[in-house]
Each structure stands twice: as structure tokens, then as C-alpha cells.
């Protein structure tokens, strides 16, 4: 079936330093949401990408989807604590399944 | 509601028990999801309703679990015979609609642990 592959699993960084999560689907995808789950929460949905080589940004996040819509990233700028959690993308299939990648999760070094 | 709300927060059941889990989605909202997510964070689906409908049951593994979604009451997830295995946080979520476009709102969870 269907698969949505999201790397790295962990990563480590000193507050301050930049962080990036991948994913990649193995078809082309309707559109892609990323969502945030910080330690013992619930996912929260941050943002949708639909668009063909689409980038949004909030705020130290920028969201991509390149151009053949399979792939997709989440990059953070310059992490603070606020941004500990598990990053998951979920791409939406033709057939309107949402397909989950199975998270990064960011942990700043003490 | 605003929110969607779970019930309960925690449940413990022993091996062979039945779990019943509650969930209230957002006032307005036509999707319902549930999700089951283990200690290694991946997030399996497993079932979604359009109102009282079963619209996607994909992820289910119907010997032991079921789920209803009546109208004027909480949808429902059961799980017939816990197993060990079935210890995990179940997630649910509702969208607004099923459309291309809808983001989920998630509930706070429950956590189910099988002795």
C-alpha cells in the first residue's frame, strides 16, 4: 500500500541550532499536513501544503512540497524548548486517505 | 463542544477484558477517526465514520475491535479479549468534513494498558 517515509526518527540539537524532518511518499500526493505532539500530548495540526512547490512559513518553520508532490519538509530555525515534540507529516492520497509518516521527534541536548 | 473530548483519561484491563472507550467529537463535525498510537509513536489508523456511517474501516482488525458512532451519543471503540499488544494511547480525532482540505482536531487521548 500506500507508505509516507519520514526521517530522521530522532534528532538531537543544542538549543539554537536548526532541525529538519523529511518526508516521502511513494505517490504523489492530494496535499500534506504537518502536525505537532509534544511529550504526553496530542498531535495539533500546524499546517496544510496543496500547492506544487509550495513553501509556507510561521514564524522559525518553514514548510515545503516540492514540485512532483511527493515529497515534503519541515524546517526549524534556530530551536528553542518550545519546539521539543514529535513532528508528523500526513500525506492525503487520491483516494482522500490521510497517510501518516511516523514522526521525528526533537530532543534539545541538556 | 469546542474540543474533542475522551473518556476515560486511563483505563486498566487485564488480559481477556473488555475496554470500551468514549469520544465526543467537535459540535459541528461530520468525521470521526480513531487512531491507536504505541510506545514508538508511529500512529495507526484504524477507523473513520461520516456521522453514524462507517466510511473507511481499513486499519481495523475486526475479530476483537468495534466501534459505533450513534447519533446523540458518544462514538464508541471497543475491543472484545484485550491482548497484551493492545496496550497503547487511542487517539481520537474529527474533522469538520472528509474533504480533501480538513484538518483533524485530536482529542487528549486514552491510554490503555492490558496486564
Known amino acids: 500500500g500506500q507508505q509516507v517515509m519520514q526521517i530522521p526518527q530522532y534528532q538531537h540539537v543544542q538549543e539554537g541550532e536548526d532541525f529538519t524532518t523529511y518526508c516521502n511518499s511513494s505517490t504523489t500526493l492530494s496535499n500534506i499536513q504537518w502536525y505537532k505532539q509534544r511529550p504526553g500530548g496530542h498531535p495539533v495540526f500546524l499546517i496544510q501544503l496543496v500547492k506544487s512547490g509550495e513553501v509556507k512559513k510561521q514564524k522559525r518553520l518553514t514548510f515545503q512540497f516540492e514540485e512532483a508532490k511527493k515529497n515534503s519538509s519541515l524546517h526549524i530555525t534556530a530551536t528553542q524548548t518550545t519546539d521539543v515534540g514529535t513532528y508528523f507529516c500526513a500525506g492525503r492520497d487520491s483516494n482522500y486517505q490521510l497517510i501518516w509518516g511516523a514522526g521525528t521527534k526533537l530532543i534539545i541536548k541538556p | 463542544g469546542e474540543e474533542v473530548a475522551q473518556t476515560p483519561k486511563h483505563l486498566v484491563r487485564g488480559e481477556g477484558q473488555k475496554a470500551k472507550l468514549y469520544c465526543a467529537p467537535i459540535?459541528?463535525?461530520?468525521?470521526v477517526f480513531w487512531y491507536q498510537q504505541v510506545l514508538k509513536n508511529e500512529f495507526k489508523f484504524l477507523i473513520s465514520?461520516?456521522?453514524?456511517?462507517?466510511?473507511?474501516e481499513t486499519g481495523m482488525p475486526k475479530e476483537r475491535f468495534s466501534a459505533k458512532c450513534l447519533p446523540n451519543s458518544p462514538c464508541s471503540l471497543e475491543i472484545q479479549a484485550t491482548k497484551l499488544e493492545d496496550s497503547a494511547v487511542y487517539f481520537c480525532?474529527?474533522?469538520?468534513?472528509?474533504?480533501?482540505?480538513?484538518?483533524?482536531?485530536f482529542g487528549p487521548g486514552t491510554r490503555l494498558t492490558v496486564l
Open positions: 480525532a474529527s474533522s469538520a468534513t472528509g474533504g480533501l482540505y480538513n484538518e483533524q482536531f
Open positions: 459540535k459541528g463535525h461530520s468525521y
Open positions: 465514520f461520516q456521522n453514524e456511517n462507517v466510511f473507511d
